[in-house]
């Protein structure tokens, strides 16, 4: 006998998530952030994706910013081994360019412990060529009361979403389950 399944019509956020939902790490406060509802399913989703759009003026296709190892003219076509954070996002439509991501100051590591063993690049930034739809996505694998204290016993405004430990850059478009870009770091 088939065993019935019961769905939830969305997915449900972890406490963690659920709360950076609501009030986003402040490294990504250059952008408007909206959250999607997470797809349908029982697990209790430990990440939270953001559609991002420019606070200037409301578009919502980007050119990311990176530091390649080997630049593009030197190594041909810019693979994704070239991209290095930080990153920056631009706006396709007006232009405002605004930090989205740096290990060596955001996420768990960069806010905690000052700095990140990820790579970062340094000079010689340079631009995806094709704008598009961009989602950013943290992920919680501490429990929020231990986030909590942490986020408070380091002060500063820091918040618990702050702590991310694991960041997803994507651009699509359409939105989908295939990405054109996916870049993803781990930052605890
Ligand atoms: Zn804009």
């Known amino acids: 006998m088939a065993t019935q399944q019961l769905k939830t019509p969305a997915g449900v956020l972890d ?3 659920a709360l950076a939902a ?3 790490p402040r490294s990504f406060s250059a952008f408007a952030l909206t959250p999607l509802e997470p797809p349908p ?15 200037s003026c409301g578009g919502d296709a980007f050119h990311i910013g990176a530091h ?4 593009p003219a030197d190594g041909g076509a810019m693979d994704r081994a070239n991209l290095r954070p930080p990153h920056r996002l631009r706006c ?13 100051k955001d996420g768990y590591n960069g806010v905690l412990c ?4 990820q790579p970062s690049g340094t000079g010689g930034e340079i631009f995806t060529p094709t704008p598009m739809k961009t989602y950013v996505a943290p992920t919680y694998n501490v429990y929020l009361p231990e986030l909590q204290e942490l986020a ?3 002060g500063g405004g820091v918040k618990p979403s702050d702590l991310f430990d694991w960041i997803n850059i994507i651009q699509a478009d359409p939105p989908g389950d295939t990405y054109a870009l996916e870049l993803d770091y781990e930052c605890a």
């Open 15 to 17: 406490l963690e998530a």
């Open 41 to 55: 399913g029982d697990d209790r989703l430990e990440i939270v994706h953001f559609a991002v759009a420019c606070k």
């Open 22 to 24: 609501t009030d986003p």
């Open 68 to 71: 390649p190892i080997v630049a």
């Open 152 to 154: 408070a016993q380091a």
């Open 114 to 117: 000052g700095g990140s063993d």
């Open 92 to 104: 396709a439509r007006c232009g405002a360019t605004g930090m989205l991501f740096d290990p060596d």
